[in-house]
């Protein structure tokens, strides 16, 4: 018996090929906040720092990050909601819960994130971060 085909950690279902490991490898473009909200999660959980400075809009990127300083296992993401951010939109609101564990005990980080469109090009710009 053959092991299951993983899925992309993001919680879309899809296999990573078809959904953010294309985004990320530079093979596929967002279309949607959603999108890039999924991919820059996934982006997350693999570490790769470079999508996400590329993929935060410039006038709130920092300079650099700090993925490797402070170890953490994503667990999950859950998406609450979506605010316009569709193909043919230039902003867009989704609001998040991401699920990990630092050291120690698991944690959630519930955020309302804000996007822009800038070129056909999806960007982060920030986001709101829940004390519940």
């Not at 473009?29 to 996400?52: F, H, K, P, W």
């Not at 990050?65 to 316009?84: C, D, E, H, Q, S």
């Not at 056909?120 to 829940?130: A, E, L, R």
Request: charged share 25%; glycine share 10%.
């Amino acid at each position: 018996m053959s092991a299951p085909d993983p899925v992309c950690p993001c919680g879309s279902g899809r296999p990573p090929a078809a959904c953010c490991g294309a985004v990320l490898s530079g093979n596929a473009r967002v279309q949607t906040a959603e999108q890039l909200m999924r991919s820059r999660y996934t982006a997350y959980v693999l570490g790769d720092e470079a999508y996400l400075l590329r993929t935060w809009h410039a006038s709130t990127r920092p300079a650099t990050l700090a993925l490797t300083a402070a170890p953490v296992k994503w667990l999950g993401l859950r998406i609450v909601r979506t605010v316009a951010g569709g193909p043919d939109d230039r902003d867009g609101v989704v609001e998040f819960e991401a699920r990990y564990k630092p050291p120690g005990r698991a944690e959630r980080l519930h955020e309302v994130s804000r996007f822009v469109k800038e070129d056909g090009q999806w960007y982060y710009v920030d986001g709101v971060v829940s004390a519940d």
